[in-house]
C-alpha cells in the first residue's frame, strides 16, 4: 500500500471512530457561539470550596463537599479543611437548600450526571485518597445516597465523563504523597446486571492528574493536566501538559493536536458548545512562581475550543473567572460553573452560569 493510500484509510479510520485526524488543518475556529455570563446565586458558605462534587438530579443543581483554607489563608503552614456539606438549588430564581451532609467530608473526585443521579467517584479527605464511589439522587426535597462498586484503587484529582450508560475515569494520583500521577482508565457500566469497573487501555501518552474530560458524540476526550515528579526533597513537582486525546468505545484511542497551552485543573468535564468541546480558563503555568502570593494574578481567562471535526485548537473569548479544580455541569441548558479556586489558595463561593448567544 502506497503512502496515499495509507493516509486515505487512516482518515476514513478517524471519521468512522468519531475522532478527528491527527493530520486536519489549524484554522480559525467558526462553530463556537459566544457565551452570555451571569451569576447565579452564590453558595451559602462565605469561602467556597475547591474540588466539589457536583451535578443533576431531579432537575436540581447539586454541589457537595470540596476544601477550603481555614484561618490565615496566605500564612505557612496553611490549615485546610474538607467538607461533607451538600447544597441543592431546585431553580436558577431559588436559594440553595442546605442541612444535607455527605457520608463523610471528601473532595477532589470525580462527579458524572447520569439519569439516575449525581455519580460521586474517589476523592480525598485530610489523611488519604478514596475508592469508594456513591450517587446522590434529589427526590421530593429528600437527598439519598446509595452506594456503587468502588474503584479498583484508591484515586483523586481524575477526569471523567458519561457515555450512554457508562462512566469513564481517567488519570488521578493514588495517594497524597505520590510522586507519580495514575496512567489508568476504567469504566462503570451502569446498565449492566452487576455493574463492576473495568480496566481499559490507557491512552497512548504520560499518565497525569487535574486533566479535562469530556464526551462528544459517544467517544471521550482527554485534554491536558499534570504530571508529577519527585522534586530535590522528595515533593511532588508538577509538568503541566498540553497533549490531547480521542477514545471511542470499541475501537480505542487518538492522538490529537495539542492544546495551545497547558489547562490543568480546568472546570470539568468539558462541555460542547456548537461543534466544539469548550475549555474555560484552567492554570497554563505562567504564574507558578508568582510571589507573593496574596497578590497573585489568577488563572487564564481565555476560552480554548476544540473543533472535533476539524482537529484545531482556537481562542474563542474569554470568561470573567479565573477558575480551576471547580465541576462543570449542563444544567438548564447552562454551562454552570459552581465555587472553585480563583488563585492558590483563594476560593469562590460564586456561582457563574452561561448560554449561548443567539445570533
Known amino acids: 500500500m502506497d503512502g496515499r493510500s495509507l493516509n486515505a484509510v487512516v482518515c476514513i479510520g478517524c471519521l468512522l471512530l468519531h475522532c478527528p485526524s491527527p493530520t486536519a488543518g489549524t484554522g480559525p475556529d ?25 451535578g443533576v438530579s431531579g432537575g436540581a443543581l447539586i454541589v457537595a463537599g470540596g476544601a477550603n483554607i481555614t484561618g490565615d489563608k496566605w500564612a505557612d503552614p496553611l490549615q485546610k479543611k474538607w467538607y461533607d456539606t451538600v447544597y441543592v438549588l431546585e431553580s436558577p430564581e431559588a436559594h440553595w437548600r442546605t442541612g444535607f451532609k455527605l457520608p463523610y467530608p471528601l473532595g477532589y473526585g470525580v462527579s458524572v450526571t447520569t439519569s439516575d443521579g449525581v455519580i460521586c467517584c474517589g476523592g480525598s479527605d485530610s489523611n488519604r485518597h478514596h475508592a469508594e464511589v456513591f450517587q446522590l439522587t434529589w427526590h421530593r426535597g429528600q437527598l439519598r445516597i446509595v452506594a456503587l462498586p468502588p474503584l479498583p484503587r484508591p484515586c483523586a484529582l481524575g477526569s471523567g465523563a458519561r457515555i450512554g450508560h457508562a462512566v469513564y475515569l481517567a488519570g488521578g494520583v493514588e495517594s497524597p504523597a505520590a510522586t507519580v500521577a495514575l496512567r489508568t482508565f476504567w469504566k462503570l457500566d451502569l446498565a449492566a446486571p452487576n455493574p463492576r469497573w473495568t480496566i481499559l487501555d490507557p491512552w497512548p501518552g504520560p499518565e497525569r492528574m487535574l486533566a479535562v474530560g469530556g464526551e462528544y458524540q459517544r467517544s471521550f476526550y482527554l485534554f491536558s493536566g499534570a504530571r508529577l515528579r519527585a522534586g530535590e526533597a522528595g515533593q511532588p513537582v508538577r509538568e503541566r501538559l498540553r497533549d490531547a486525546y480521542c477514545y471511542t468505545p470499541g475501537q480505542g484511542w487518538t492522538r490529537l493536536n495539542d492544546l495551545p497551552r497547558p489547562a490543568v485543573g480546568a472546570p470539568s468535564p468539558a462541555p460542547a458548545v456548537g461543534q466544539s ?29 476544540f473543533d472535533v471535526r476539524q482537529n484545531t485548537w482556537a481562542q474563542a473569548g474569554q470568561v470573567p473567572f479565573s477558575r480551576v479544580t471547580a465541576p462543570l455541569i449542563e444544567w438548564r441548558g447552562r454551562i454552570v460553573v459552581p465555587s472553585g479556586e480563583v488563585r492558590p489558595r483563594d476560593r469562590s463561593p460564586d456561582v457563574w452560569s452561561a448560554v449561548p448567544k443567539r445570533n
Open 30 to 54: 467558526r462553530f463556537v457561539p459566544s457565551l452570555r455570563w451571569e451569576k447565579l446565586p452564590p453558595l451559602p458558605d462565605r469561602e467556597g470550596f475547591a474540588g466539589a462534587f457536583a
Open 277 to 305: 468541546l469548550v475549555v474555560l480558563s484552567g492554570d497554563d503555568g505562567t504564574s507558578v512562581d508568582f510571589k507573593p502570593l496574596i497578590q497573585h494574578p489568577g488563572f487564564a481567562r481565555d476560552i480554548l475550543a
